[in-house]
């Protein structure tokens, strides 16, 4: 293949590199390149060989919400975990890499006396993806958006753009940067004593423990909480029984209904055929057709 002479970076390229090792669930099928950019000019370089060639970029960060395919896959996959993991914090903001793990940008704000991400605590992944997907607390937040003053993102174009954050159009679980990729993200926090807030912060992850399927293979929430139903997700999934319910070794977590686990060995025909299960036995028992929160890559 030409694609690896014309990839001018310098970082890790591979091919037919199998998903399943770079996702939290553990499924997904070989993407036709990855790709590990240095620098911002090494991701333009993807961008627009990409671009040319007409071959689909997907980004991965921490792996999670993701549900990927297990066919083989015509794109390139993006890691940012490398390069982009910077985190840097003065007196004014905290700046951070889209690759820099999200639990470690908490930990280091609060380290430096900032306070107001605390909520987030025990939520997998990288920054890029939790902005990207917004992530937070329900419906009616708080968000990671709330405490966001822009981000320098590489669009179509390849060409690097700083976007405010009142200019992007965050809402439940989405952000208005289809097409782009975020690089880095300023935020913008309160000052507190780094004590309080670490206590703080455990509490949030005691609990998200105490509730949460953490230590299994998933993507974390498979759907978005319904509006207006006064009720979960999880909440109507356990309702209808289907905690443990499984579909060759795709199974609703038994801790926490919104999540499914990687048992064993589940393919994605499993987990997909266990998300229409869980969706069709939710429409017909309550009436209330879930939407999909993890991002699927068929």
């Not at 060989?49 to 549900?67: E, H, K, Q, W, Y």
């Not at 993200?185 to 912060?201: M, S």
Request: hydrophobic fraction near 45%.
């Amino acid at each position: 293949m030409s694609l690896l002479k014309d990839l001018e970076i310098k970082g890790r390229v591979l091919f037919n590199e199998p998903l399943c090792r770079h996702t939290t669930l553990r499924i997904g099928g070989p993407a036709a390149v990855w790709a590990e950019p240095r620098d911002i000019d090494e991701l333009a370089s993807v961008f627009t060989t990409a671009r040319r060639d007409a071959m689909p970029i997907l980004v991965i960060g921490g792996g999670s919400n993701l549900l990927v395919s297990d066919q083989r896959l015509p794109l390139i996959a993006v890691s940012l975990k490398g390069a982009f993991g910077n985190c840097e914090a003065d007196e004014e903001a905290v700046v951070v890499g889209a690759g820099c793990p999200l639990q470690k940008f908490i930990l280091r704000a609060i380290g430096e006396g900032y306070a107001g991400l605390e909520f987030m605590a025990g939520i997998p992944g990288t920054v890029g993806g939790a902005i990207w997907m917004n992530a937070g607390a329900g419906l009616q937040g708080p968000w990671i958006s709330d405490f966001l003053k822009g981000v320098e993102v590489l669009d179509a174009n390849a060409t690097l753009r700083y976007r405010e954050a009142k200019e992007i159009g965050f809402g439940y679980r989405r952000s208005g940067l289809s097409g782009c990729v975020i690089v880095q993200a300023e935020f913008r926090l309160k000052r507190a004593a780094a004590a309080g807030r670490t206590d703080i912060y455990k509490k949030f992850l005691d609990e998200k423990r105490r509730t949460q399927d953490l230590t299994s293979h998933s993507a974390g929430c498979i759907f978005k909480n319904p509006p207006d139903s006064g009720l979960s997700a999880a909440q109507l999934i356990d309702g209808c029984g289907l905690k443990g319910a499984r579909v060759g070794d795709a199974m609703v977590s038994r801790i926490h209904a919104n999540f499914i686990v990687n048992v064993k060995n589940a393919t994605f025909v499993d987990a997909t055929n266990l998300i229409e299960m869980v969706r069709d036995t939710v429409a017909r028992e309550r009436g209330i057709r879930l939407e999909t929160e993890v991002e699927i890559i068929r």
